[in-house]
């Protein structure tokens, strides 16, 4: 019963296998490719290992306090040059293989020509709030 | 209406559906159907025998629904050819639930949800909220496991070590955040309803190992959440009153000379209990019950733990030594070097493997403190 996020990455990551931009699929790839998500989401649904699933937008900024006063100040739009997060789903799972075989599955949703995108994920465990007892 | 009685009668009496051969989920169901009725006709008219009014009301549901669902008649017919069972001793049946909420072809997380619905009777929000997981996921947990111990026959004893690692696992969740269920109680509850029906000493060793961990829960943890060492820990807020019934139970098991790794846990709980100071703790003692659980378990954790134990009884150098004998890659290993390189004068040393330890540290408490540890130590050494 461990929590682990799984992110996404626009870029960022090591680049995917099957490494083709999303917007050179076919309409219907593109529409395989989300229901393998969909499908995914709900399987992990059904075994009871599921807790959270967005998408986000690319449009990111970074923001820093600018003193007393001041209006925070951004470095604008510039999200091509950053690493990006494209979207996470948390999951609640029992061990940190079976968080690495999940991973591995939704790394093999379609892409073009309908074959698996193999794109690298990110999986990062939790911090739990209360150390567990030991002497 | 009182709904402590309800709740802590739920377990039995779906127990003895269970044991007179309903599946899990029905048995359940019809439990339910049974609470609904108690909650509207009790306040007017109390039954004197509680529990055996909500047997016959469950039973009757069951069958209802079984005879309701002509595709089964003939199972319902097999159910009801069995001879309907004299009054029972409702210990056997609750410790049947046990058993059958920890089965081994059950995960870890889903024993653990089963065991806090059918045996504590927790709603499924509370153990969702409790685990922090949506309340549709513990859902699916809970009727999965149902489904997978469905056709399981409670004709024998189950395993007590699995029982016992279900109900510790339990018990070290809970330090949520979240009010609305306090797991810690709630395994301890559960540890004494399995105490007061079996008989086995690793029973009352972790019960005894609950409740004296337990002893501590308020001078483990500063006023920001901030982990608060043993050593360190203001002892005047320690529970005596769990401490001392936490050592009595132990007393008891040791004496049956059946010793198992909770008993020998409490016994070093109890060691640390025991001193007003801690360096009054009797360190060779503790070190003589981790040899114990080291021959017991053969866990690298346990070496690990009495690594620390041999450094306070026999000086730091000697901790340092048996260290070295162990894997640097346990959890732990870093912390446990940062500090015994402190003890011996070291101090940059420690600085940089509390730093370290800081990095690898998998929760935010534990990170905290590390951090604080080598903050000090650098603050010292300027």
């Known amino acids: ?135 | 209406m009182n709904e402590t009685l309800l709740r802590s009668l739920t377990p039995s009496v779906l127990a003895v559906l269970v044991r007179r051969g309903a599946d899990f989920a029905a048995a359940e169901d019809a439990v339910q159907d049974a609470l609904v009725e108690a909650v509207r006709v009790w306040p007017a008219d109390p039954p004197r025998d509680p529990k055996g009014w909500l047997v016959t009301v469950a039973w009757r549901r069951f069958l209802d629904a079984r005879r309701a669902d002509t595709a089964r008649r003939r199972r319902e017919d097999l159910i009801e050819e069995e001879p309907a069972p004299g009054p029972a001793p409702a210990v056997d049946d609750t410790l049947q639930l046990y058993f059958l909420c920890a089965h081994p072809s059950l995960t870890p997380s889903s024993a653990v949800a089963l065991t806090l619905r059918a045996v504590g009777g927790l709603t499924t929000r509370q153990i969702a909220r409790a685990y922090l997981v949506p309340e549709a996921t513990m859902a699916q947990r809970i009727s999965r496991a149902k489904r997978t111990v469905s056709g399981v026959r409670l004709d024998r004893h189950g395993d007590v070590a699995t029982v016992l690692r279900v109900l510790y696992l339990v018990f070290n969740e809970g330090y949520s955040t979240d009010a609305d269920v306090d797991l810690t109680a709630e395994a301890i509850r559960l540890t004494r309803q399995l105490a007061a029906v079996i008989d086995h000493p690793e029973v009352v060793g972790l019960l005894a190992l609950m409740l004296l961990h337990h002893a501590r829960r308020a001078a483990r943890t500063g006023p920001d959440s901030a982990l608060v060492p043993l050593a360190e820990q203001d002892r005047g807020r320690w529970d005596t009153e769990l401490i001392t019934e936490g050592i009595g139970i132990l007393q008891t098991a040791l004496a049956r000379d059946r010793l198992g790794e909770f008993q020998a846990q409490a016994a070093i709980a109890a060691l640390h209990a025991d001193a007003q100071r801690a360096e009054e703790t009797d360190w060779v003692q503790i070190v003589e019950w981790y040899d114990e659980l080291v021959r017991l378990t053969g866990s690298p954790v346990v070496r690990l733990n009495r690594a620390v134990a041999v450094g306070e009884a026999d000086g730091a150098r000697a901790g340092l030594a048996e260290l070295a004998e162990l894997d640097d890659t346990l959890p732990r290993h870093t912390a446990v070097a940062a500090y015994l390189h402190e003890r011996d004068g070291d101090l940059g040393t420690a600085a940089r493997l509390y730093a370290d330890a800081a990095g690898k540290a998998a929760n935010l408490a534990e990170r905290d403190h590390l951090t604080r540890q080598a903050a000090r130590l650098n603050a010292r050494r300027q």
């Open chain 1, 1 to 135: 019963m461990a929590k682990y996020l799984l992110l996404k990455h626009y870029r960022g990551a090591p680049a995917s296998v099957n490494d083709v931009p999303m917007d050179q699929w076919t309409p219907e790839e593109v529409s395989d490719h989300m229901r393998y998500m969909n499908d995914f989401a709900d399987r992990l649904k059904e075994t009871g290992e599921f807790v959270d699933s967005q998408a986000l937008a690319p449009g990111g900024s970074f923001v820093r306090y600018d003193g007393e006063g001041r209006p925070p100040v951004t470095d604008g739009p510039f999200a091509e040059t950053k690493d990006l997060i494209a979207g996470w789903m948390i999951i609640d799972v029992d061990s940190q293989e079976r968080a690495v075989e999940l991973a591995g599955e939704l790394s093999a949703a379609p892409g073009a020509g309908g074959k698996p995108i193999h794109e690298w994920l990110e999986v990062r465990p939790f911090m739990g709030a209360k150390p567990t007892i030991t002497e």
